[in-house]
């Protein structure tokens, strides 16, 4: 089925490590964002893309790095996790029509210890 | 960015109509509007999006103003499957609204 696949779904890391978040669409969506949501919280916007080679930050891009090498995939590092880090982390897509809103994949749970 | 606020948390029953108003007072001229949707252990999902008067598909209705500086979203006949969380957003048309923030959102609770 065509959308936003995120891999892993759950994750527990130690304080310290470093790993990729995986996000893929298979919709040609320029657009392209990463999200944390909190327990009880909003989204906060980590950083986001409009196209191949092209990325900006967001509200709280501390602590993660984004590339954007083709218009398929987004994957976010965590460079040295904190136990800040854990949250629920959302990638979604979209096209640049302004007319369309962003599709959503199923979210990473990530715990880090 | 325009910011939005929302009432934190709503209550209704099944079967009635739901509006939930977000207030967007520094919207901007190329400012669109748009509302998510949220389940539980879910991502957000895209409901229904506008610029003035009054939009309607196949979930929801949104009215907003001729000054722009609110709008509703109009849920007809809520059902238990409907509480969820509600996201009011702006987004410049000329950015193409690619920097989208979330606020924290409307938990609307439909009761049996």
């Known amino acids: 089925n065509a959308g936003v696949t995120q891999t892993p779904k759950f994750q527990v890391l130690k304080t310290g490590q470093s790993m990729t978040l995986q996000c893929a669409q298979d919709m040609n969506h320029e657009y392209m964002s990463w999200y944390r949501q909190d327990p009880g919280m909003g989204l906060r916007l980590i950083h986001y893309?409009?196209?191949?080679?092209?990325?900006d930050q967001g509200e709280v891009p501390n602590g993660y790095n984004v590339s954007r090498s083709t218009t398929e995939d987004f994957p976010l590092r965590l460079l040295s996790a904190a136990p800040s880090q854990t949250s629920v982390y959302f990638c979604?897509?979209?096209?640049?029509?302004?007319?369309?809103?962003?599709?959503f994949g199923s979210g990473t749970r990530l715990t880090v210890v | 960015l325009a910011k939005t606020t929302q009432p934190i948390s709503m209550d209704s029953y099944e079967g009635q109509e739901v509006n939930i108003t977000c207030s967007h007072n520094n919207i901007a001229t190329n400012d669109y509007i748009t509302w998510y949707q949220q389940f539980p252990s879910q991502g957000p999902r895209f409901i229904i999006q506008g610029y003035k008067t009054k939009v309607t598909n196949e979930v929801a209705s949104l009215f907003i103003p001729a000054d722009r500086k609110s709008s509703t979203l109009s849920l007809p006949r809520v059902s238990l499957s409907d509480t969820a969380v509600y996201y009011c957003?702006?987004?410049?048309?000329?950015?193409?609204?690619?920097?989208?923030?979330f606020g924290a959102g409307t938990r609307l609770f439909v009761k049996a």
């Open positions: 979604a897509s979209r096209p640049s029509e302004v007319r369309y809103g962003y599709t």
């Open positions: 893309s409009v196209g191949a080679g092209i990325t």
């Open positions: 957003l702006v987004g410049d048309i000329n950015t193409g609204g690619f920097k989208t923030i």
